[in-house]
């Protein structure tokens, strides 16, 4: 069942990465209505470029372009895949996994563009799923779960949406673009989604126990999609703030981070992992995260801003 979850996983990191990629396209590249008819008085580009939020009129053009469409369908896909590997295996299996997305972003972006992979960019894929097939193998001998009780998972919720609040409160009060506002949303969508991974294992394992129309499977499944509609409509907000590496990186890094704190927390997940294996837990984790980062860096849209703003300080100059 492990095996057969750490697959499904697999299919579903590839889903999010294609998804990733075509809808942060569509965000970036839809005309702004009032461009588009001149109305509003909004003439300017740098107007439209300093608004803070998407406007209703603008995220509706976006949602109805076919490529838009076509990321939405495989998050879809993704999401469900994801889904079903949860109720074969512990969260600390089976999160870790979506962090593969990265690399696969950032290659897939680099063959649309037609550019040849920086050693930046294969160092870092390379260290991503070398620290991420670490932490899934020491996970798998280890992990235990247990059913929470109500209380905790409604204690628990309330928590992580209230951190979820406060990023997306602190990414959408600041005006116009930047990585500190992509940053803060995209945590926002993070944090919601790791939360939804908590309540859809939780879930599973209530269900097992006391069946499917339970109080607490019926309110995890309530909370999930709360949780998931918050992060569907963050996600948009964060891809046209900033680069689509920060807004990939953070879902596909704090997501796992949130998944696992809550699994140990509320299922009990790790209880019986020896303090050598946390170590080397630890490590692969580490090792991850650096490999992320390491992309962020070396991501060709990251090296073009770098570039373009260094070209400008030196107009200035």
Same mark, same amino acid.
Request: proline share 4%; net charge positive; charged share 10%.
């Given at each position: 069942?492990?095996?057969?979850?750490?697959? +499904? /996983?697999?299919? @579903?990191? !590839?889903? $999010?990465? #294609? &998804? *990733?990629?075509?809808?942060?396209?569509?965000? =970036?590249? %839809?005309?702004?209505?009032?461009?588009?008819?001149?109305?509003?008085?909004?003439?300017?580009?740098?107007?439209?470029?300093?608004?803070?939020?998407?406007?209703?009129?603008?995220?509706?053009?976006?949602?109805?372009?076919?490529?838009?469409?076509?990321?939405?369908?495989?998050?879809?896909?993704?999401?469900?895949?994801?889904?079903?590997?949860?109720?074969?295996?512990?969260?600390?299996?089976?999160?870790?996994?979506?962090?593969?997305?990265?690399?696969?972003?950032?290659?897939?972006?680099?063959?649309?563009?037609?550019?040849?992979?920086?050693?930046?960019?294969?160092?870092?894929?390379? +260290? /991503?799923?070398? @620290?991420? !097939?670490? $932490?899934? #193998? &020491? *996970?798998?001998?280890?992990?235990?779960?247990? =059913?929470? %009780?109500?209380?905790?998972?409604?204690?628990?919720?309330?928590?992580?949406?209230?951190?979820?609040?406060?990023?997306?409160?602190?990414?959408?009060?600041?005006?116009?673009?930047?990585?500190?506002?992509?940053?803060?949303?995209?945590?926002?969508?993070?944090?919601?989604?790791?939360?939804?991974?908590?309540?859809?294992?939780?879930?599973?394992?209530?269900?097992?126990?006391?069946?499917?129309?339970?109080?607490?499977?019926?309110?995890?499944?309530?909370?999930?999609?709360?949780?998931?509609?918050?992060?569907?409509?963050?996600?948009?907000?964060?891809?046209?703030?900033?680069?689509?590496?920060?807004?990939?990186?953070?879902?596909?890094?704090?997501?796992?981070?949130?998944?696992?704190?809550?699994?140990?927390?509320?299922?009990?997940?790790?209880?019986?992992?020896?303090?050598?294996?946390?170590?080397?837990?630890?490590?692969?984790?580490?090792?991850?995260?650096?490999?992320?980062?390491?992309?962020?860096?070396?991501?060709?849209?990251?090296?073009?801003?770098?570039?373009?703003?260094?070209?400008?300080?030196?107009?200035?100059?």
């Amino acid at each position: 069942m492990t095996i057969l979850a750490i697959g +499904l /996983t697999l299919v @579903g990191a !590839v889903c $999010f990465a #294609v &998804a *990733s990629v075509l809808q942060h396209h569509a965000v =970036t590249t %839809t005309e702004h209505p009032d461009v588009l008819d001149g109305t509003r008085g909004a003439t300017r580009p740098g107007e439209l470029a300093g608004r803070r939020n998407l406007s209703t009129r603008h995220l509706l053009a976006i949602v109805r372009r076919r490529r838009w469409l076509q990321g939405a369908g495989l998050a879809g896909i993704g999401s469900l895949v994801n889904g079903f590997a949860l109720l074969l295996a512990p969260l600390r299996v089976v999160q870790p996994v979506g962090v593969l997305a990265v690399p696969l972003a950032v290659l897939l972006s680099a063959a649309r563009a037609r550019r040849r992979p920086s050693r930046g960019v294969l160092l870092g894929a390379a +260290l /991503t799923v070398g @620290g991420v !097939v670490v $932490f899934v #193998v &020491a *996970s798998a001998g280890s992990a235990t779960t247990h =059913t929470p %009780t109500a209380a905790a998972t409604v204690v628990a919720g309330l928590v992580v949406m209230g951190l979820v609040a406060v990023l997306a409160v602190a990414g959408l009060s600041r005006s116009g673009q930047g990585p500190l506002r992509c940053l803060a949303l995209a945590s926002a969508v993070a944090v919601a989604y790791g939360l939804l991974s908590a309540l859809v294992r939780v879930a599973a394992q209530a269900a097992a126990d006391t069946g499917i129309l339970s109080p607490l499977v019926l309110g995890c499944a309530a909370g999930a999609l709360v949780a998931f509609a918050v992060g569907a409509w963050l996600v948009q907000h964060a891809y046209h703030a900033g680069a689509p590496e920060i807004v990939i990186a953070c879902l596909t890094v704090v997501d796992p981070i949130v998944a696992v704190l809550l699994g140990a927390v509320l299922l009990g997940e790790g209880s019986s992992t020896p303090v050598t294996a946390w170590v080397i837990l630890g490590a692969a984790a580490l090792t991850a995260t650096v490999g992320v980062l390491t992309l962020a860096h070396h991501h060709p849209d990251a090296v073009a801003a770098r570039a373009e703003r260094e070209d400008t300080l030196a107009v200035g100059a």
